[in-house]
């Protein structure tokens, strides 16, 4: 299975950024994934999660009312819409996918891991 994440960038606090992931290999609809962060001279952190149909869904309470994690399993791919970004949502943003359908929170207990996409907020 490989994740490729895109859509990270430059933005003001307040503007919005959506992210992309691309999975291939595998049976992408019958994953659980998930998003993370990992800030500059921080641990990874969980971000968001959704399960295998779309219809269950959890965040971290940082992003909680900002962040949504969605998915086409027609094209393979999940998102994470970000609105009202601050300045400490910066950090390298990661896509990973589980080899189950349920959701998960902790990074081992997810299997598949995309390169990572830059993510900037400024004031």
């Known amino acids: 299975v490989q994740l490729q994440a895109s859509g990270g960038g430059l933005v003001q606090a307040g503007a919005s950024l959506r992210l992309s992931c691309a999975v291939s290999g595998g049976t992408f609809s019958d994953y659980a994934l998930g998003w993370f962060r990992q800030a500059p001279g921080k641990e990874r952190e969980f971000v968001a999660t959704?399960?295998?149909?779309?219809?269950?869904?959890y965040y971290a309470d940082s992003v909680k009312g900002r962040f949504t994690i969605s998915r086409d399993n027609a094209k393979n791919t999940i998102y994470l819409q970000m609105n009202s970004l601050k300045l400490e949502d910066t950090a390298v943003y990661y896509c990973a996918s589980r080899v189950r359908k349920t959701i998960a929170t902790r990074s081992e207990n997810y299997a598949y891991w995309g390169q990572g996409t830059l993510v900037t907020v400024s004031s």
């Open positions: 959704i399960n295998w149909t779309g219809g269950s869904t």
